[in-house]
């Protein structure tokens, strides 16, 4: 029988050493970093649920592991083809451990929105390169596999459809504890905006089936009876669909859960008025600056007023809010730096997020910044973290950039608003139907 073994490379990465122990001294950072580590690599457990009963099947988290040493463990299955995938952070490290498993005479393919978006890059390292959605082409990869026929790369000849999605093999994580597991209940995001990696790069955006949704969440709780999970989600609720079937599919499963929305939830009472009741205790939001405009977030760009309205409604109906800022745009100066902490200090958010802009390739900002000669040839793709400057600003150094987002984080997440934010997310939690004492 023929082996398949699955690694994704996955969690959360800092380069800039100064700021990876920074991350590490805040527990706030440090909590959601853990958290991010621990999460489930969606599309691989995708499919794996695709892999004929004729295969057997394995999968392999790269955790803590030396690339040597998870090379040889995935070897001992003595699998006929290692499917990897990777982010554009982690892809030097996938291709590190591609050489490892290729030299032992087993083929590899490689997939994600990195090799998606660097297509001949990626081939160099492996055998294979599916581009765009996985599963369009995943039974012809197995297939050519087997036949030790693979081609260099493979290209979905059409947007994979949502309502043919297989069930994740949840069962490949073992009996351990998760603390969060991930469903999608749809892929990319209505809205284009530049600096977004996921929003278009996979085709068009699309939605899954509420009762798609029902199945996967019933299989969790076969595994996890109480089980949080994490909707691997670029923007729900963002589409047309009446939302009312998902939010009573997410209800009926007794779910925890935590999601990406905008914030335009909060003037939506179709929603807002079922959130916390359907098990939805935190959401994470893009407000991305106090007064920078990034291009293509359509009717996302409003007021900041506006906005944190909004936001005030959602925390009202007892869900978390965290309130996430892209540092870094155009015109981005000392001085706004100084607001945004200043703002920050003593806002009404539940919790924080602060990142770093990323050109990661495929978007339009990357494409904007490499014509202008911007990109910084010393920064390769490991230092594509969200966390570390990869290119030069308008109207900073790059030096300036990288200090005033290290001071911004302190200043963040220093003890005073930290409290501050705990006690918001207390008086939140208090409203929540499933939380409150």
Known sequence: MPHVAFVPFTGFRVRDEEMRDLGM?????????????????LGVLTLAGMVP????????????????????????????????????????????????VRRAGVPVVLGGLHATACPDE????????????????????????????LKPVYR??????????????????????????????????????????????????????????????????????????????????????????????????????FTEVDWRVGERPEILGRLAASGCVQVLIGLESLEIRHAGMGPKAAPLARMMEAVAAIQEAGVAVIGCFVVGAEGETEGSLDRLGAFLESAPLADVQLTLQTPFPGTALYDRLRQEGRLLPDRGWSSYTLFDVTYRPDAMSVEALES????????TFSAGPAKQRRAIRRKVWARHPGLAP
Request: with cysteine; aromatic share 6%; glycine share 10%.
């Open 25 to 41: 001294a805040m527990p706030g950072l440090q909590g959601r970093a853990g958290a991010i580590g621990q999460l489930p690599a």
């Open 122 to 149: 990626a081939r160099r390292f492996v055998d294979a390169v599916v581009v765009g959605d996985g599963e369009s082409s995943w039974p012809v990869v197995l297939r050519d596999a087997e036949r030790r026929t």
């Open 156 to 257: 979905a000849d059409r947007p994979f459809d949502l309502r043919q999605a297989p069930m994740p093999r949840f069962d490949l994580l073992g009996k351990g504890a998760r603390p969060r597991f991930t469903i999608q209940t749809q892929r990319g995001c209505p809205l284009a905006c530049d600096f977004c990696g996921a929003s278009r790069m996979l085709g068009p955006w699309r939605e899954k089936p509420a009762a798609k949704v029902a199945e996967e969440l019933a299989a969790i709780r076969a595994i996890e009876p109480r089980p949080v999970v994490e909707l691997a989600d670029d923007n729900t609720f963002a589409g047309r669909r009446e939302p009312g079937p998902l939010l009573e599919a997410l209800a009926g499963s007794g779910v925890r859960y």
């Open 404 to 411: 005033g987002f290290r001071g911004l984080v302190r200043r």
């Open 53 to 100: 009963p004729s295969w057997s099947v394995s999968l392999h988290e790269s955790g803590t592991l030396e690339l040597e040493d998870l090379a040889e463990r995935v070897l001992e299955g003595r699998p006929e083809l290692v499917a990897v995938s990777a982010l554009t952070a982690s892809v030097e490290e996938a291709y590190r451990f591609s050489a490892l």
